[in-house]
């Protein structure tokens, strides 16, 4: 069984900038495309950015971040991480990475197979 652990949220100001991690295990990495979403307060959960499978994969990103968050991948690690700079009070929210040996459940269904449990980010204005 997949599971997905999360790390590296935390309390920030705004234009700082913070890294999450998220490490896999129960499967082979390599052949699954990854991605996180995230839930802000009072708002149903939202894509933010994918990466293909494989290593070097390529990533799409939600307009809201695009240019200020960068997803990666590490395949020798099982990792996944999400480089959040620039960071604004409206990316408040909790972040929860997402796997999926199909690239278009994450970026365009929305509704990858498995979910991490999620980490609190919080930017403060």
């Known amino acids: 069984q997949v599971q997905l652990v999360e790390s590296g949220g935390g309390l920030v100001q705004s234009g700082g900038s913070l890294e999450l991690s998220c490490v896999f295990s129960?499967?082979?990495?390599?052949?699954?495309?990854m991605g996180w979403f995230r839930q802000r307060p009072g708002m149903e959960r939202e894509f933010v950015a994918g990466?293909?499978?494989?290593?070097?994969?390529?990533?799409v990103y939600a307009d809201s971040v695009k240019g200020r968050f960068t997803i990666s991948r590490d395949n020798a690690r099982n990792l996944v991480a999400l480089q959040m700079n620039s960071l604004l009070p409206e990316d408040t929210a909790v972040y929860f990475c997402?796997?999926?040996?199909?690239?278009?459940?994450?970026?365009?269904?929305?509704?990858?197979?498995?979910w991490g449990q999620g980490t609190q980010v919080t930017v403060s204005s």
């Open positions: 997402a796997a999926d040996l199909v690239l278009h459940n994450i970026i365009e269904l929305h509704a990858p197979t498995y």
């Open positions: 129960g499967d082979s990495f390599s052949p699954y495309a």
């Open positions: 990466i293909k499978r494989h290593a070097g994969g390529s990533t």
